[in-house]
């Protein structure tokens, strides 16, 4: 089970910039919500910590188990964008609360990890994690994602080719919808179409300039 935080670390992530998330603490409480997931330390000088969007969204949230490592998060904290087609989780303000706070969060991370502060293009963690990037923003948007067994709605899926992922729509409205939306978040995006169904899908890359 997760351990919950700390007083002291509680109260470091209350007392973090709410624009920035910018962290001021010892040493050694910074490492240990670095290994919790919940900090990171910007790879340029004066080397300060920042919350990730795990840690945004635990000060936002009520006090309660964290992860405690960062391979333990997608885009942090046990939050999944929904790359479609999977079982649907509560829907609702809370959900959607939850997924603009990961956006915002994702953002942040744009800013401080990119290494000219853009967020108007994707950084090192989104070009690792496409699928989960690329739904995040869709989801974040407000385009649905598919239910499992539905034919509406975005499916966001790997592919063979390095750096792409394939967004399924059956809708072609709501497919360049998507189109426009990814490219808006930094992605690079083509239509095609697959060959022996002739069904229309995107191809997305994230943009690296």
């Known amino acids: 089970m997760n351990r919950p935080l700390t007083a002291a670390q509680r109260r470091l992530v209350d007392a973090a910039d709410p624009v920035t ?11 240990a919500l670095v290994k919790r ?7 340029r000088p004066p080397h300060d910590h920042f919350l990730t969007p795990a840690g945004h969204r635990v000060r936002e949230a009520e006090p309660g188990p964290v992860p405690r490592r960062a391979e333990e998060l997608d885009t942090g904290g046990g939050f999944a964008a929904r790359a479609g087609g ?4 509560a829907k609702g303000p809370a959900r959607l609360r939850e ?9 942040e991370l744009r800013r401080m990890t990119n290494t000219d502060g853009a967020t108007d293009r994707p950084c090192g963690w989104e070009r690792s994690h496409l699928v989960r990037a690329a739904a995040l923003a869709l989801e974040a948007a407000g385009h649905p994602p598919a239910d499992a067994d539905a034919e509406a709605g975005y499916r966001v899926r790997e592919t063979p ?7 399924h729509e059956a809708d072609g ?9 990814l490219e808006r978040a930094g992605w690079q995006v083509g239509e095609y179409t697959e060959p ?12 690296r300039v």
């Open 86 to 89: 999977e079982e649907a989780p």
């Open 37 to 43: 997931g919940l900090a990171f330390r910007h790879p």
């Open 21 to 31: 998330g910018r962290l001021r603490g010892t040493p050694a409480q910074l490492a």
């Open 173 to 181: 409205e709501a497919l360049r919808a998507c189109a426009a939306t």
């Open 99 to 107: 997924v603009r706070g990961a956006w915002q969060g994702m953002l």
């Open 161 to 167: 080719q390095p750096e792409a992922v394939a967004v």
């Open 196 to 207: 022996r169904t002739r069904a229309r899908y995107l191809l997305a890359s994230p943009r």
